[in-house]
Structure formats: C-alpha cells, structure tokens
C-alpha cells in the first residue's frame, strides 16, 4: 500500500466536524455560547481573557465582556440589536472627549462612552486612543456624538473660521 492512496482527507474532516459540533453544542452540550461569539469577532485569544458581566448599568444593562491582561483592561457591551434588525455587535467602552468647554459643568466628562467594534484590530485602535474621534462614539453622559469639532480643533491651533491666521498682523491701509 502506498502513502498517496490513503484517504487523510475523510478523517481530517471528521475530527474537525466533531470538535465544531462540540463547540456548537450540537452534541446535547452546551457548546462554547458567548466565547464562539468572542471568537468570531475577535479571534480565540481574545476569547480566552473574557469576563462576562450581566446587565451591566455602564453599558444601559447589557453584557459586558472584561477583557484583562495585566493591569490592562478592555470593555466591551455586547449589542443584540445593533441595525433595528437583530444583529449583534459589539461597543468598546472608551473615555468621552468632551472636553472642559463641552460640558455643562465646566469640567472632564465622567463618561461612559461608546462605540463600534467589528474586529481584535478596532479593539486594538481602541486600546490605541485611535477611535476616540470616531465618528459612531456616542457619550451616555453628556450626549457627545463622535468625530471631531473642526472650529475647535482650529481655534485651539490659531485658526479662524475663514482660514486666517489669528497671529497674522492685520495689514494697515
């Protein structure tokens, strides 16, 4: 018998069908439920450091998933309805940008804010402080809706409205 008439192909497939009906819970077990889910999106790494916390007053009573590595923590909510269609999704808590000018009491919003993950690279970007301008962050606080201020972000740097320079010296007729 030859090495290339074997059929490893079959087998192959067969353990790889048990192991998913296992994780699926097709086999009358409970399968791997939130951590399939958290693979899915994020990848098994990311499955491995869930802790999931229930209705989570943070996250307006939803799941939260703690993901920790360290002193290091990530928080996402998991959304069940996230189009008004039923499909699920996932926010990543981060700290609201509203800065000092931007709410009512003059001072740093406390938060929490939230927006959209889809993948390990968004939480990644998350971690990062990249998606903290995001134009889908929303603040449950104080209402901060994503993206950045433009006129203040120029005003901030010396820029009127009009493009100018407000360190130009005004010419003299």
Known sequence: MFASSLDRL????????????????????????????????????????????????????????????????????????????????????VVCPAGED?????????GPAWVPVHSVLDLHRARRGELDTDEALQCAHCSHHGGIDHEAADRAVGVEADGADVHDTPSVA
């Open 10 to 93: 079959t087998p192959l497939l067969a353990r790889a069908a048990a192991d998913q009906s296992v994780e699926l819970g097709w086999d009358d077990g409970d399968g791997l439920g939130e951590e399939l889910l958290l693979r899915r999106f994020f990848g098994p790494d990311i499955a491995r450091l869930a802790d999931w916390r229930d209705s989570s007053t943070l996250a307006g009573g939803d799941r939260v998933v703690e993901l920790r590595a360290g002193s290091a923590t990530l928080t996402p909510a998991l959304r069940l309805n996230v189009d008004g269609q039923g499909d699920v999704g996932f926010d990543v808590l």
């Open 102 to 110: 931007d709410t009512a009491d003059g001072g740093p919003c406390p």
